[in-house]
């Protein structure tokens, strides 16, 4: 077996729709009547056309309605600020009053290619210390030195 080709097909990747837009309104956390978060925004998407000179031309956005739901909502509330450019990964669903197409964002996050910002990569819930396996710089610097170090490759001469 080629040990360099991957096991994993794409068939066996959970795909879904993906989106970058900007929030075009401050986005509202509001609470359905069951008491699950509800977060909501106008969003907007950059529309260009390649001139046959092969200049870009900017045309207007394009405007829509983003919801998120639980977890995610209360995040991206806390995270999103209108004119924030971002990268949203869910599904189009069709709003039962109205008719119209939303997206419905199962994951959020910001553009990097126009947003600076730092990453804080502490755990985010806290777990017993039973089931965590620490992250460490020690831990780290052992599981590189187990990489670099030269293995056996099964070949005599």
């Known amino acids: 077996m080629d040990t ?8 066996s990747i959970a795909l879904g729709v993906s989106m970058k837009g900007f929030f075009a ?3 509202e956390l509001t609470y359905s009547e069951e008491g699950r978060p ?4 106008r969003f907007g998407i950059e529309c260009h056309r390649t001139a046959p000179d092969g200049t870009r031309i900017r045309l207007e956005p394009r405007f829509g309605s983003v919801f998120a739901y639980g977890e995610t909502a209360e995040i991206a509330h806390r995270q999103f600020r209108k004119y924030d450019v971002f990268i949203a990964h ?3 669903e069709t709003n039962k009053n109205s008719g119209k197409q939303q997206f419905v964002a ?3 996050g910001h553009s990097i290619l126009r947003t600076r910002y730092e990453v804080d990569r502490s755990p985010r819930h806290t777990v017993g210390e039973s089931q965590r396996q620490a992250i460490t710089p020690d831990s780290l610097n052992r599981s590189r030195r187990r990489r670099e170090q030269p293995q056996p490759t099964g070949i005599s001469r």
């Open 106 to 108: 199962e994951d959020f």
């Open 25 to 27: 309104t401050m986005p």
């Open 38 to 41: 509800v977060f909501f925004a």
């Open 90 to 92: 869910g599904q189009i």
């Open 4 to 11: 360099d080709t991957p096991v994993d097909t794409v068939d």
